[in-house]
Antibody, heavy 121, light 108 residues
Framework: EVQLVESGGGLVKPGGSLRLSCAAS????????MKWVRQAPGKGLEWVSS????????YYADSVKGRFTISRDNAKNSLYLQMNSLRAEDTAVYYC??????????????WGQGTMVTVSS | EIVLTQSPATLSLSPGERATLSCGAS???????LAWYQQIPGLAPRLLIY???SRATGIPDRFSGSGSGTDFTLTISRLEPEDFAVYYC?????????FGQGTRLEIK
């Protein structure tokens, strides 16, 4: 079964750090681009970051650039999001998602169940 | 940044009826790289349509996508009870990737 499972969410104070993980199974992880998408409580979807299959291309939303770092370990079938200098407005459910093909431009065809990040004092 | 505007914000229909959801882009979407997602509250989004008109794996044929350039449509031919959810469009041809604000499809 194709599956993505996020972990690492929790409650953190403003200015703090958190590292999210996404464990992939059931497909050739090393051949697919991966993404992080977040959803603030009661709000819509916001793309956060993307990484190509080989980590050669990395992109960030302006709202997280310079604070968040996406990475992957193809040997461990895992995706990561290091989040530093967290703000209240980063509070959201964070989803990892898979690119739906091997070309450079993809929709997001498989999503994890999400992990909640709450930034509050 | 490409801004996607979805209409209507809320659509009230009955099972068996046809639903038409719209997504307008502030500038042309490159190569029609436009997707539609369904989200049931409390669950992760599900990909329905990609490249404006291609159905994702396992998606029933009552879901169809059309459009090009700046105007796109998701049509659900005959609503089933499980179709009542929030729908988002997304463009992934330009940077940054952007989503519309969503259309809530509710039971009338």
């Amino acid at each position: 079964e194709v599956q993505l499972v996020e972990s690492g969410g929790g409650l953190v104070k403003p200015g703090g750090s958190l590292r999210l993980s996404c464990a992939a199974s059931g497909f050739a992880f090393s051949s697919r681009s991966m993404k992080w998408v977040r959803q603030a409580p009661g709000k819509g979807l916001e793309w956060v970051s993307s990484i190509s299959s080989t980590s050669g291309k990395i992109y960030y939303a302006d709202s997280v650039k310079g604070r968040f770092t996406i990475s992957r370990d193809n040997a461990k079938n895992s995706l990561y999001l290091q989040m530093n200098s967290l703000r209240a407005e980063d509070t959201a459910v964070y989803y990892c998602a898979r690119g739906n093909g091997v070309r450079g431009v993809n929709a997001f065809d498989i999503w994890g169940q999400g992990t909640m990040v709450t930034v509050s004092s | 940044e490409i801004v996607l505007t979805q209409s209507p914000a809320t659509l009230s229909l009955s099972p068996g009826e046809r639903a038409t959801l719209s997504c307008g882009a502030s500038q042309s979407v490159s190569s029609n790289y436009l997707a539609w997602y369904q989200q049931i509250p409390g669950l992760a989004p599900r990909l329905l349509i990609y490249d404006a008109s291609s159905r994702a794996t396992g998606i029933p044929d009552r879901f169809s996508g059309s459009g090009s350039g700046t105007d796109f449509t998701l049509t659900i031919s005959r609503l089933e009870p499980e179709d009542f959810a929030v729908y988002y469009c997304q463009q992934y041809g330009g940077s940054p990737i952007t989503f519309g604000q969503g259309t809530r499809l509710e039971i009338k």
